[in-house]
């Protein structure tokens, strides 16, 4: 906006223009609310779409499941195959989830100064002990280097456990083939 103390004939030039540049940044402010507004439905389409194509399966697999359990023999085999359908199903879900979660933060990162080798020996040390991941870490950084970045460590978790998780089921996966 443009100052102008007096109320001539360029004051009055510079009190329209400083209208004009309201309306403007009001305009803006708008259509840039209803581009967000129009994002977010676009979102809720995927993640409703992402959802209920895992809802059906899951749900048909854990009818096929209480039939075989409640016949007189019931074939083991064709339980864990459905079984371990379930659980990928559960885990897509998981994942559209947290993706969502993520999306969701459009918050500015909190970012600090951290060391690195101690989170990333904390981090592989938590999912060593834990079978349900079957993956071996390794971390390789030097005694006596310790490196340092500037990251928002609670993003560079997340980060890290998507990482994990996919290398675990794409371990089972190649395990399972």
């Given amino acids: 906006k443009l100052d102008w103390k007096g109320d001539d004939e360029i004051g009055r030039l510079i009190q329209e223009y400083n209208k004009m540049v309201d309306k403007v940044e009001q305009t803006t402010q708008a259509l840039v609310s209803r581009e967000r507004e129009g994002a977010w439905q676009i979102m809720a389409q ?60 459009l918050e500015t990162p909190e970012t600090q100064t951290i060391e690195l080798k101690p989170l990333v020996e904390k981090f592989a040390t938590s999912y060593q002990s834990d079978e349900s991941y079957p993956i071996n870490l390794q971390t390789s950084i030097e005694d006596g280097v310790n490196p340092t970045i500037n990251i928002d460590t609670q993003h560079l978790q997340e980060v890290l456990q998507i990482l994990i998780n996919n290398a675990a089921y794409t371990k089972e996966e190649t395990r399972a083939a």
Avoid at 62 to 72: E, K, Y
Avoid at 74 to 81: E, F
Avoid at 91 to 100: R, T
């Fill in 46 to 105: 995927q993640i409703a779409h992402d959802v209920n194509n895992s809802l059906t399966p899951l749900k048909l697999n854990s009818q096929f499941l209480t039939r075989i359990i409640q016949t007189a023999s019931p074939d083991l085999d064709a339980a864990k195959r459905i079984i371990s359908t379930l659980v990928k199903q559960i885990e897509d879900l998981a994942k559209v989830a947290l993706q969502f979660k993520l999306f969701a933060k």
